[in-house]
């Protein structure tokens, strides 16, 4: 009796943390991606080209969100995760704020590099977390759930954003929005517990006490044991031009809407919000759910699960981008919303279970790195360069920006492999690290 009253709570513990970090989350999705639905009212208010919005969106972002990451990472794994976690919260969500204050390009890019440093501390600490409270076969199921918040993130900042925006204007929406996410601090530092290190893994003969005081390994050594996993190394790739895709998408689609459809904000927030939201949660769920069941049976489906998405994606884009009728493109893009977020539990579960727990963090960030250099940095701006060559160079005008994103399609082929070939070597890497 006793040691099942345990067993419950520490279930409860796990589930109300996992709750608390999707918090967490939403805000930080809120914050890294209100600025797509705000973006049009800011390009005329400062009056910004596209490929200006694209390093606001993109690149400028990015660079400071991946460089922060893997040293923010390396404290997660060595101190006290959840004052990473607070800290972090607190500071991306001022600079939020801050950036309703931004007169000029330059003032908005430092606010914004301020909120990609802040938030490269979120990721990798709530996988390293989320590690220690569920055991590995049910990892990429948590972690799907978990991710659930890149939908409800994005979704609830456009359909807040869109019509805070039209309502008192996108100074105010970022103002809002920001000290919303100051107010979660103190729960995160009174109620989130720590969890003992690898405390969900199996081992032989080791104590949660001798887990705990384990000694992180440099991070030359995790350097060195990523490169070796050939799984994640192919795993990486697949996932950073799958983002180059589909960031690209995600941040150019308002604007898209409203200057090839002639939505308002607030339309364009309800339509992308709930495509987002709900697509995007069915997606998640589905990927996780999926490649936990299959890879029951044969590992290699926690890489063909994503590989699959990630190529159906390219007929799809190209019914949403060319065809004339708003319903059937929105319908198009739903499907994309879905397609594009199966691979989040499969990916962040097969990463975090081809690891030692002392690397988690790391390793987390290190696919933060790899992922976001490539997809969130260059992905948006490759794409708003190409909008404003397209409009100036071949006098596209608005049409100019459909093609560009059209462009962005392409990087789903590559990626498809990349995963498929990641697979080869899942099983093998895994039991390696087990």
Not at 10 to 33: E, G, P
Not at 70 to 90: E, F, G, H, Q, S
Not at 165 to 189: K, Q, S, Y
Not at 393 to 416: H, K, Q, W
């Amino acid at each position: 009796m006793a040691a099942s009253n345990t067993v419950n709570r520490q279930h409860k513990r796990a589930n109300y943390s996992l709750a608390l970090l999707m918090c967490v989350a939403v805000f930080s999705y809120i914050d890294r991606t209100i600025i797509a639905v705000l973006q049009e009212g800011i390009r005329l208010e400062l009056g910004l080209s596209d490929t200006q919005l694209g390093m606001l969106t993109g690149l400028g972002f990015a660079i400071f969100y991946t460089l922060f990451a893997i040293p923010i990472a390396r404290i997660a794994d060595t101190w006290v995760r959840k004052y990473v976690i607070a800290v972090a919260l607190c500071f991306w969500s001022l600079m939020t704020a801050g950036s309703g204050l931004a007169t000029s390009f330059l003032g908005l890019l430092i606010f914004r590099i301020g909120v990609a440093i802040g938030e490269a501390g979120s990721v990798p600490t709530t996988h390293s977390l989320i590690s220690d409270y569920y055991p590995k076969e049910k990892r990429a199921t948590v972690l799907s759930i978990w991710g659930l918040t890149l939908s409800i993130g994005p979704m609830t900042g456009f359909l807040l954003g869109g019509w805070l925006n039209d309502l008192v204007g996108w100074r105010e929406t970022f103002i809002i929005f920001g000290l919303a996410g100051v107010a979660l601090v103190p729960v995160i530092l009174l109620t989130l517990p720590e969890p003992v290190r690898g405390a969900t893994d199996q081992h032989d003969d080791k104590t949660a006490d001798s887990r705990s005081a384990e000694k992180a390994p440099d991070l030359s050594v995790v350097a060195r044991s990523l490169w070796q996993l050939r799984s994640f190394r192919y795993l990486c790739i697949g996932t950073a031009l799958h983002a180059f895709s589909a960031i690209a998408m995600a941040n150019w689609n308002a604007p898209f809407y409203q200057r090839i459809h002639e939505l308002s904000a607030t339309e364009v927030g309800i339509y992308l919000g709930l495509i987002i939201g709900v697509g995007g949660a069915l997606g998640t769920l589905a990927g996780g759910m999926l490649a936990d069941h299959l890879g029951r049976r044969d590992s290699r489906f926690y890489m063909w699960v994503p590989a699959a998405a990630t190529l159906l994606v390219i007929p799809f884009g190209l019914i949403q981008y060319l065809v004339p009728n708003l319903a059937l493109s929105l319908a198009a893009a739903f499907a994309i919303g879905v397609l594009t977020s199966v691979y989040l539990g499969p990916v962040n579960g097969t990463s975090q279970s081809l690891v030692k727990p002392g690397m988690r963090a790391v390793t987390s960030a290190t696919l933060v790195f790899v992922t976001n250099i490539i997809g969130m940095g260059l992905g948006p701006l490759f794409t708003g360069m190409l909008s404003d060559w397209f409009s100036v160079g071949f006098e596209m005008g608005p049409d100019s920006l459909r093609y560009a994103i059209l462009c962005t399609l392409l990087a789903n082929v590559f990626a498809g492999v990349a995963y498929a070939y990641a697979s080869r070597f899942v099983d093998r890497d895994m039991k390696a690290n087990a």
